[in-house]
């Protein structure tokens, strides 16, 4: 290896681990509640990748559905909130967050009362209250596309902490790379959005029965084996899938009452 190619490498791995603080200190020092994949957060420098799910789902449905793009911005919202097991202030587009937290269970891993998610928005939009109907939505998708990731799915405890923290997460935050190719489920056309939380982390299961330690995966892409690789960019693809199948069973039934 010659000097400039010494030098080259010297520097990627520099900006590779200046990198790698950065997210730390964003992503694993803020105490918070657990996070399967990152949500939006003044603290976080990345784009949130429950948003490139929902974007995703929103966009392979928005030309049949027009209404998802009216709405687009307040499912967004609703997929980037943390409704587990820890308190949440605020309000948001009509909905008391805290109360509806606790109202619906939640838990580290996601929730003990995902039908009732639905039956709430379901509700807000027959009585005409659409922008709360599709904020909750939104935190539905939120809750099934957690159960895509495999530390949700296989109950393995973890929180954003300094010592608390999950490695495949981690991997995630810094890199969106879904292989599409990788989708190798087709949608079983259930009625009702709540019905694709089960499915979801049935799915993920499948691919990953194994990861029951947080700290089994590789924190970095430079260091990832192939099979880590390979995992991450299939469920990060079949996650998207599973948000574009359970938006659209929540925009048919909406269409319904209409």
């Not at 990748?49 to 919202?77: C, G, M, N």
């Not at 609703?78 to 009509?94: C, F, T, Y």
């Given at each position: 290896?010659?000097?400039?190619?010494?030098?080259?490498?010297?520097?990627?791995?520099?900006?590779?681990?200046?990198?790698?603080?950065?997210?730390?200190?964003?992503?694993?020092?803020?105490?918070?509640?657990?996070?399967?994949?990152?949500?939006?957060?003044?603290?976080?420098?990345?784009?949130?990748?429950?948003?490139?799910?929902?974007?995703?789902?929103?966009?392979?449905?928005?030309?049949?559905?027009?209404?998802?793009?009216?709405?687009?911005?307040?499912?967004?919202?609703?997929?980037?909130?943390?409704?587990?097991?820890?308190?949440?202030?605020?309000?948001?587009?009509?909905?008391?967050?805290?109360?509806?937290?606790?109202?619906?269970?939640?838990?580290?891993?996601?929730?003990?009362?995902?039908?009732?998610?639905?039956?709430?928005?379901?509700?807000?939009?027959?009585?005409?209250n659409?922008?709360?109907?599709?904020?909750?939505?939104?935190?539905?998708?939120?809750?099934?596309?957690?159960?895509g990731?495999?530390?949700?799915?296989?109950?393995?405890?973890?929180?954003?902490?300094?010592?608390?923290?999950?490695?495949?997460?981690?991997?995630?935050?810094?890199?969106w790379?879904?292989?599409?190719?990788?989708?190798?489920?087709?949608?079983?056309?259930?009625?009702?959005?709540?019905?694709?939380?089960?499915?979801?982390?049935?799915?993920?299961?499948?691919?990953?029965?194994?990861?029951?330690?947080?700290n089994?995966?590789?924190?970095?892409?430079?260091?990832?084996?192939?099979?880590?690789?390979?995992?991450l960019?299939?469920?990060?693809?079949?996650?998207?899938?599973?948000?574009?199948?359970?938006?659209?069973?929540?925009?048919?039934?909406?269409?319904?009452?209409?």
């Amino acid at each position: 290896m010659d000097d400039s190619s010494r030098l080259h490498s010297l520097l990627l791995r520099y900006f590779s681990s200046l990198l790698t603080l950065i997210l730390f200190l964003s992503v694993t020092l803020a105490p918070g509640p657990a996070l399967a994949w990152d949500s939006k957060s003044w603290l976080n420098p990345t784009h949130p990748t429950h948003s490139y799910f929902t974007e995703w789902a929103i966009d392979q449905l928005d030309d049949t559905y027009p209404e998802l793009r009216k709405f687009s911005q307040v499912i967004i919202d609703g997929a980037n909130q943390e409704m587990h097991e820890l308190p949440i202030r605020g309000e948001e587009h009509g909905l008391n967050l805290e109360e509806a937290r606790l109202r619906h269970k939640g838990t580290n891993e996601g929730t003990d009362d995902i039908q009732g998610w639905w039956t709430e928005a379901l509700n807000a939009y027959q009585a005409g209250n659409k922008e709360t109907a599709y904020f909750l939505v939104g935190i539905i998708l939120h809750l099934v596309q957690d159960m895509g990731a495999p530390e949700h799915a296989n109950h393995v405890y973890h929180q954003g902490t300094p010592t608390e923290f999950d490695n495949f997460e981690f991997l995630a935050v810094s890199n969106w790379k879904p292989d599409f190719s990788q989708i190798n489920k087709v949608d079983p056309g259930y009625t009702e959005p709540w019905q694709y939380y089960p499915f979801s982390s049935s799915w993920t299961t499948e691919d990953m029965p194994n990861y029951k330690d947080r700290n089994s995966y590789s924190k970095l892409w430079l260091n990832a084996s192939d099979e880590e690789k390979r995992l991450l960019v299939s469920r990060q693809a079949r996650t998207c899938a599973v948000s574009e199948w359970a938006l659209r069973a929540a925009e048919k039934k909406f269409l319904q009452q209409a």
